[in-house]
């Protein structure tokens, strides 16, 4: 008996409902998934105008027999579904047989296939019915070519936004099926012009030089995390690089790629203040998970994904974020001439962003990497709950384990001068640092504060003259209803009237600022996102006062003051960004300089 199998009619229907191949790029994601289900070490995908005019993709997997290549064109036929548990286990990719007979409907179809014990066998059908089929003698593995996509369905061309969208969606896909198969060896081919290819040589670190660059690259910090049934791998690249959307933070699940908002969030609020506002990181999330322990109830076409102890994974990434970060050096190192400006909008226009894919593209550059090897997949520590647990319980070690860790990372210099009263400037062997002082002092007073508020009391004073605040009245329902937890940090609230409240008291440690403005800061925040985190809250309060404390540029500080600046910057969870995710200190190394005067070259 062939290895294709028909659908039970229930399970057929709940596949049948998320299916719709409605776009070039649809047909590439089912026809390459199921190259990988069939175990190919090579998938080639030729496009001609974005796949519109022509979609092929070439394998050496396992190929099919006559009958199972047959079988394919049936609706609901599939090699990987059994039953509906099996649906779940998500073990295979395509398990929506469905996606051949519907591209098969809507084009020119021909697909060739040999499994190694027959000959090959090749099939051709048109808008749905065969129109041929031969013998045909070909290598291992399956050749499916479909042209002039949706030619009888016109309406459907009508959703195809532009061809360059289209080759982006695709080469996205490309990049995200190549990451989470990186023992597969990818090549994508729209017009005759290679736009990705990678190695299959099961290396992180040349595919994120291929996709990201090799900025990128230079900078991945590796990690491994485990909870109970989970294997975490965190790819993090450091925050110096950084994007607009969250889209390039990549989770991989059992070798596929899914979604969840909660696992990309929890990995974002690892990188909390390295980023500056409305930045994400480039990170790839490899999680490999007992199946068991992935939710049913998601419908099997999305590609969203849910974990049963989700909250545990999430802590997990979390934490082991915060543990690869805090372990490294993160001081942006200023290169004569290179185009990466991370702080700038990058505005790729596909245009671009293919030429640099095609500059990247000599692999083999990438295998031996010459740059900052140490700094490269040295993080690479264990993390667990129990060891977590029990670093809490022994407090004595924390403190002993993180001074080895600014020892580690934190460059020792000399302090030499400084930059129009704002800038401080240092130098060891290395080079020259600057270190902005209002964001050094800033990044300290953040952590202290942040601290601060963790404790459970917080002292408050009255003030002799309550604080009128005006608002509209909805704002004030607002905050009546979550009067307690203003009163937890320390703020106690009246209400005056239909449209305005005052403050009676406040924290101790703000009453040397101008409190009418914090307090109103405070209360729109909160407004603004409509809820009372007090995490984020706590965040916010001390970002706002860190910078109301901190030294302003254009102020000369004394020796002493510098000296204390740095000891407590290295004291620092993260000395490398202020709060704000700017960076604190940057570094032109001796050799740029000496390339500035051409004294290298
Ligand atoms: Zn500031
Ligand atoms: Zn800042």
């Known amino acids: 008996m062939g290895k294709i199998i028909q659908l039970d009619n229930h399970l057929a229907n709940m596949i049948a409902a998320g299916e719709v191949v409605e776009k070039p790029y649809s047909v590439v994601k089912e026809l390459v998934e199921n190259s990988i289900d069939a175990n190919a070490k090579n998938i080639t995908i030729t496009l001609q105008d974005s796949g519109m005019t022509m979609i092929d993709v070439l394998d050496d997997g396992d190929g099919m027999s006559q009958d199972d290549a047959l079988m394919a064109f049936k609706r609901h036929a599939t090699s990987k579904i059994k ?120 290396n992180m670190q040349s595919l994120i030089a291929n996709i990201y660059g090799i900025e990128a690259a230079k900078n991945l910090l590796y990690k491994e995390a485990f909870c109970p049934g989970v294997e975490i791998k965190l790819y993090l690249v450091k925050s110096i690089i950084n994007k607009s959307r969250k889209n390039d933070i990549i989770l991989i699940c059992n070798k596929r790629y899914v979604r969840n908002t909660n696992l990309i969030n929890a990995l974002i609020d690892g990188y909390k203040t390295y980023l500056p506002q409305f930045r994400y990181p480039i990170a790839v999330i490899d999680i490999k998970i007992d199946p068991l322990l992935i939710d049913v109830n998601v419908h099997p076409s999305k590609l969203e994904i849910k974990f049963s102890e989700e909250d545990v994974i999430k802590y997990t990434i979390t934490n082991a974020t915060i543990d690869a970060l805090k372990e490294t050096e993160m001081i942006p190192n200023y290169n004569i001439g290179s ?9 790729v226009n596909l245009e671009t962003k293919y030429e640099t894919q095609t500059l990247n593209f000599n692999l083999e550059k990438y295998d031996e990497p010459t740059y900052q090897k140490n700094h490269l997949y040295d993080v690479k520590k264990e993390y667990s709950f129990e060891k977590n647990e029990e670093k809490i319980k022994q407090t004595p070690n924390i403190s002993n384990t993180k001074k080895e860790d600014y020892r580690k990372t934190f460059p020792s210099f000399e302090y030499i001068g400084t930059l129009h009263g704002t800038y401080l400037l240092f130098q060891n062997e290395e080079g020259l640092f600057l270190v902005d002082q209002h964001a050094a002092e800033e990044r300290i007073n953040y952590e202290y504060y942040y601290h601060f508020f963790e404790k459970e009391s917080v002292q408050t004073i009255d003030l002799l003259i309550p604080i009128n605040v005006n608002c509209t009245k909805n704002e004030l329902l607002f905050l009546l209803e979550n009067k307690d937890k203003l009163t937890k940090i320390g703020f106690h609230l009246e209400e005056s009237g239909l449209n305005s409240f005052f403050i009676r008291s406040i924290p101790t440690y703000i009453k040397n600022n101008n409190v009418e403005e914090i307090v109103k800061k405070i209360i729109y925040y909160m407004i603004e996102k409509n809820s009372v985190d007090m995490m984020i809250l706590r965040d916010s309060l001390a970002k706002m006062i860190a910078c109301k404390k901190s030294i302003k540029a254009n102020h000369k ?39 500035l005067f051409k004294r290298v070259m």
């Open 339 to 347: 185009k990466v400006d991370s702080y700038t909008n990058e505005k």
């Open 557 to 595: 500080i004394n020796l002493e003051e510098i000296n204390t600046l740095i000891n407590n910057l290295k004291k620092c969870d993260n000395p490398y960004t202020c709060p704000h995710g700017r960076p604190t200190i940057v570094k032109l190394t001796t050799y740029e300089i000496e390339k």
């Open 83 to 202: 039953n509906e548990h099996d649906l779940y286990r998500i073990n295979s990719l395509g398990f929506r047989g469905e996606a051949i007979p519907s591209i098969a409907s809507v084009s020119l179809f021909e697909l060739s296939t040999n499994n190694g014990l027959t000959n090959g066998y090749k099939v051709t059908y048109k808008a749905g019915k065969m129109i041929n089929e031969e013998s045909v003698s070909m290598n291992k593995g399956t050749h499916i070519k479909v042209s002039n996509l949706f030619f009888n369905t016109p309406a459907r061309l009508k959703y195809i936004k532009s061809l360059n969208t289209e080759l982006a969606y695709i080469t996205e896909l490309i990049d995200k099926l190549a990451l989470a198969n990186k023992d597969i060896r990818f090549k994508l081919i729209n017009n005759q012009k290679v736009l990705f290819q990678s190695n299959g040589q099961g």
